[in-house]
C-alpha cells in the first residue's frame, strides 16, 4: 500500500500542480488530501476545480470550518477564498467530513484526532515553536486507533512513532510554508525554504515507510499574485519560507 498524503494547499494551484505531477510519477494506491484547501489569497477557485474531479479521500481543516461562518467575521484570508469560489465549491467544502479513514487502520485529521486547530507534533510557547514531546504527542492521540496517523494544520514535516506503535505523520503544507497565527499563542511557523511539501507512505510487512518530500515550484509567480492581491506577508513567505 501506497499513499501520498498533501494538506494545507491554501489556494496555491503552480505548487499543487507540480505535487500532482510529482506523484503521477510514483504510482502511489490513494492520494489524501488533509484540509485547508482553499484559504489564501491566490487560486482558490482554480484549486477547487482542479481538485473536485479527482475525488480524492478529503477532509475539512479549520479554515474548511471557519469559511463556514459569518463572512463579515471571516479573516482575510478566508473572505478572499469564501468570496471567489462558486456555490458548487462552497457546498463541496462544507460536505466534507472532520476526519476520515481511507483504508483500513489509517485515520485523516486535521490537527488531532479530537481537533482541528490543536498542533500535534509540535508546541508554542513565550519562547516560540517547539518539537513536541512524546509524551505530549501521546496524549493528544487520545484512544484514537490507527497503525498510521496522518494530520496537517502546522505546515511542517514530522513524523512520530509511538511507543505503542501509533505512527504519526505531518506531510506538511503544499502550498504555504511559514504563517503566523495567534491560537493559542502569537507564534510562527517557518520551513525555511519555500519548496512545495507532501509525504508518501508505504506498508511493507506491517511497517510504515515515510518519504518527506520537498518540490521546486514557480513560487516567485505565486508570490506576485498574492502581492496584486494585496498580501505582501504571504509573498514574503512564498518566497522565503520565512515570515517577515
Known sequence: MRIAAISD????????????????????????????????????????????????????????????????????????????????????????????????????????????????????????????????????????????????HTHLPRSMLLDDGRLIVNPGSVGLQAYRDDYPILHKMENGTPHARYAVLERTGGTWTVEHIALAYDWHGAAALAERNGRGDWAYALRTGRMP
Open 9 to 152: 494547499i491554501h489556494g496555491n494551484l503552480a505548487a499543487l500542480e507540480a505535487v500532482l505531477a510529482d506523484i503521477a510519477r510514483r504510482r502511489v494506491d490513494v492520494v489524501v488530501n488533509l484540509g485547508d484547501i482553499l484559504s489564501g489569497p491566490l487560486q482558490p477557485r482554480a484549486t477547487a476545480a482542479r481538485l473536485m474531479p479527482l475525488n480524492f479521500p478529503t477532509i475539512a481543516g479549520n479554515h474548511e470550518r471557519q469559511m463556514g461562518c459569518d463572512p463579515a467575521r471571516m479573516r482575510p484570508s478566508d473572505r478572499f477564498a469564501h468570496d471567489d469560489i462558486t456555490d458548487d465549491q462552497r457546498d463541496w467544502m462544507r460536505a466534507l467530513p472532520a476526519t476520515l479513514r481511507p483504508v483500513d487502520d489509517v485515520l485523516m485529521v486535521h490537527g488531532t484526532p479530537a481537533s482541528d486547530t490543536v498542533l500535534w507534533l509540535d508546541g508554542v510557547s513565550p519562547a516560540g515553536r517547539h518539537a513536541a514531546a512524546h509524551d505530549e504527542v501521546r496524549e493528544r492521540a487520545g484512544t484514537a486507533q490507527a497503525s498510521l496517523f496522518l494530520c496537517g
